[in-house]
């Protein structure tokens, strides 16, 4: 199995750090109700989030990768799980961070560069 990660039709994956992306959930709509007697009833819709980190990259490639997340909000994204199904769902983009790390050659080279994914 390979993992993919497609953006708006962007190609991720090849610019992934080992252990660059990570799945979670997050909660919406949630809401408790305690009985008289003690008894909790939760109710809480799941919602699948991702936490995307990228190797160090060039100026004009950070460039592309950003153009493409922000193309079409929100963004479609087909990634692979851990049962190896490719899967096509659309997520909201948020936390894009990213540091400039040093000149050379007349190219600027970003690392620490990531972003957050949350389902729709």
Known sequence: MQLKLIINGQDFSPW???DGLTFG????QSRDVITLDGTLYRSQFRKLTMDVGLVELRDNTLALLTAALYSAVPASVQYTTGDGVLHTNTFYVSDLSYGAKTVR???TYYSGAGFSLEAR
């Open 105 to 107: 050659g007349g190219n």
């Open 25 to 28: 959930e997050t909660y919406r």
């Open 16 to 18: 992934l750090v080992e």
